[in-house]
Every structure is written in C-alpha cells, then in structure tokens.
C-alpha cells in the first residue's frame, strides 16, 4: 500500500530537549515536504528536498533541520524545541511522474 | 492579501444540498490541487487539476486558468462530508495553501 508514515504521532516535550520526527515514503518518490498547520495560519511549509542530499528552506525554517541521505526517508529534527514549535506536523511527498500529494498522518507535538 | 484565497471560510449546509466553495489564486502555477482534511487531522488529496473539470463520485472539481479561479463542488452533500476542504497551488512542486473551508452538513 502506497503511503507516508510519520514517528511519533503524538509527543510532548520540554523546551531544549532535542527531538526527531520522522518521515518515510514507499512510492520512490523525489519529492518530500514537511508542514507546520497553526490556528488560522494554515499550512506552512518548513523545508522541502526535491531529490537525495537536496534539501531547501520552505517559508518557516527556523529552528528546523532537515536530512534527505535517502530517498525514502526524511527526518524533521529540531534541535532545540521551543513552545512556539507547539503545532500539527505533516510530512508530504510525491514524484516527477504522479499528480498526486501523498500526505503522512500528522504529528501533534507540544513543546512546554 | 493571500497569494490563494478560498471563500467561504465555513460553510453550514443540510444534507442533501449542493455544495461549492470558491479558490482563487493571483500567482503563476502550473496546477491546483484539493484537499480534503477530517476532524482526526488526516489530509488526503481529492484532485488536482491544471485545465477543465474531473469528477469523481459526488465530487466535481473545475478550473478557470484565465480567470485564476476554481470550484469545488459536492453533490448530494452528507454529514461524511464534513471536513476541511484546502485548496493549493503548485508552484515548482511546493503548494502554496488556501486558508482551507470548514464545512459541516448537518443531518
């Protein structure tokens, strides 16, 4: 079954604990993304690899890093969480031949 | 003002009645895509477009490239059908997101 898991789904954490949130697709895809989705703010891309070992900041990178050493895996690390990095997390990928964004489940995280 | 803009920003509807929400977009892109997001969080996508119309059960999605607008219909609308509904530009395979239209129907 073609899909995009995301590990955790929940996690709460205190500010300056150092987490990973990862992302993995099975469709062989290029293209992957991670979102932040805020109350009245949207979705909000944090980074985007367009392919292996090429990554780039989205509007909202701050705080965030990315990996791309695989194809199918791409990690959200945040090195140093702070309360305002409280939101919903969504991980997206498609590819150069499908029309179609694949969407993970999301991960809710709370940062005290 | 957003680069994509949906209206209306919620929408409440008795079962049965048909459903349009509006997305207008002022940047160049080379496809519009809907979404569709539930109350647990989960988005899944329902069409994206880049000219005309398509279709898929109740769904009918179009586009206007001139007139940089689109519409999401939904026909003999049920409380399944309750959700988010977000539309978004694809630019160099990144969306740029609509603020999304929060729609209920009510039994």
């Known amino acids: 079954e073609a899909q995009v898991t995301q590990n955790p789904r929940y996690l709460i954490t205190v500010t300056g604990k150092k987490l990973t949130v990862t992302c993995s697709q099975n469709?062989?895809?290029?293209?992957m993304s991670w979102y932040r989705q805020d109350p009245g703010l949207g979705l909000r891309q944090i980074y985007y690899?367009?392919?292996?070992?090429?990554?780039d900041k989205g509007d909202v990178p701050e705080g965030y890093k990315v990996s791309r050493k695989e194809k199918r895996n791409f990690p959200l690390i945040l090195e140093s969480p702070s309360p305002n990095q409280t939101s919903l997390y969504f991980c997206?990928?498609?590819?150069?031949?499908?029309?179609?964004?694949?969407f993970g489940p999301g991960t809710r995280l709370t940062v005290l | 003002k957003n680069e994509v803009e949906q209206s209306p920003q919620n929408l409440t509807a008795q079962e049965g009645e048909f459903i349009t929400i509006n997305c207008s977009y002022s940047?160049?892109?080379?496809?519009l895509h809907w979404l569709q997001q539930h109350p647990g969080g989960g988005i899944v996508s329902l069409f994206m477009?880049?000219?005309?119309?398509k279709k898929h059960g109740r769904l009918i999605a179009t586009i206007n490239i001139q007139e940089k607008h689109s519409s999401l219909h939904i026909t003999a609308s049920h409380p399944r059908d309750s959700a988010v509904y977000i539309c978004?530009?694809?630019?160099?395979?990144?969306?740029?997101w609509g603020a999304g239209t929060k729609l209920i129907i009510k039994p």
């Open positions: 997206a990928s498609t590819g150069y031949s499908t029309d179609t964004q694949y």
């Open positions: 469709m062989n895809h290029e293209y």
């Open positions: 690899s367009m392919n292996v070992e090429v990554t």
């Open positions: 940047v160049g892109i080379s496809a």
């Open positions: 477009l880049s000219s005309g119309k």
């Open positions: 978004a530009g694809n630019s160099n395979y990144q969306l740029i």
